[in-house]
């Protein structure tokens, strides 16, 4: 269990998912944690109040990602909720969903994913590091869709492909500054994300069959993995990405 008592943290998408079990185990491990939402207020509260209920301290951000503005929107929140203590942690979590095969992508569609999904976390940790101490850690959420070809999730592949990039650059630019810049990369996960899918019978049943660990994954299982990374036990862990799948299509 890593330490983070005095330590403060940024989660985006932090409403629902693995957002809310990261920004729930950050907290739990004592950083004051800002859990950052676009649009649904009642479930970001809800993750606020289910740290607090736990003996934790948090505060709720509004900023819709992929606009105009976004990242103002976002780091005036953060201000607030911080006056003025430093920034610790920066986990880049928040993306829009697959958007489909290639023949149904709009343009529209794509120039939003990236907006999302590549260009707030870039802009977003180049926002964050002035604010950041030293030591501290930035970790963004990729997926296995970059390693495992499935023609649905071809634009939302590149985007996680361009975060993976991301980290392994940024981590050589920031280690002067004991900076870590690491990337995980769940497989899938029970989330609203992909709840509908995995309403269709047998589906859950199918993609366990795929993990070497035989189910799929649980926020919590990624929340776990992120906990080590932002922890003093993960210092000496950077420009990586972490498959954190239970094992997905191992061969
Ligand atoms: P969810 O759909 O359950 O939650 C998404 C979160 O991101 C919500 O807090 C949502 O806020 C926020 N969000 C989404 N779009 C925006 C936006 N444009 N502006 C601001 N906030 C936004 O997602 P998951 O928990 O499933 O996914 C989290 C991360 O994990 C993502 O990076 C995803 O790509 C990745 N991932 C997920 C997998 C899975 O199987 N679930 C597999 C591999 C990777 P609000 O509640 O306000 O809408």
Do not use: C
């Not at 610790?88 to 095969?101: F, Q």
């Not at 029970?190 to 509908?196: F, G, I, V």
């Amino acid at each position: 269990m890593g330490d983070l008592t005095g330590k403060t943290a940024l989660v985006t998408g932090a409403s629902r998912g693995i957002g809310r079990a990261v920004a729930q185990r950050l907290a739990a491990d004592g950083a004051l944690t800002a859990v950052h939402y676009g649009v649904n207020e009642a479930a970001a509260n809800d993750t606020v109040a289910a740290i607090e209920k736990a003996g934790g301290r948090a505060f709720p951000i509004r900023a819709e990602l992929g606009v105009d503005g976004d990242v103002d929107t976002l780091f005036a929140g953060l201000g607030e909720g911080l006056s003025g203590q430093p920034l610790d942690i920066l986990v880049n979590n928040a993306a829009g969903p697959p958007a489909g095969p290639i023949e149904e992508t709009t343009p529209e569609g794509f120039d939003r994913l990236f907006a999302v999904n590549v260009k707030a976390p870039f802009f977003i940790i180049q926002r964050a590091l002035p604010l950041m101490r030293d030591g501290g850690r930035v970790i963004t959420v990729s997926s296995t869709s970059t390693r495992v070809a499935t023609p649905f999730q071809t634009s939302y592949a590149m985007t996680k492909g361009a975060v993976e990039t991301m980290g392994f650059t940024l981590a050589n630019a920031l280690g002067e500054r004991g900076i870590t810049v690491n990337t995980v990369m769940p497989g899938a996960t029970l989330t609203d994300l992909n709840a509908a899918l995995f309403e269709d019978l047998g589906v859950e049943e199918f993609i366990s069959g795929l993990t070497a660990l035989n189910r799929v994954g649980l926020p919590a299982d990624i929340a776990d993995a992120v906990a080590f990374l932002a922890s003093d036990d993960g210092r000496w862990v950077t420009g990586h990405v972490l498959d954190v799948s239970g094992g997905m299509y191992l061969g």
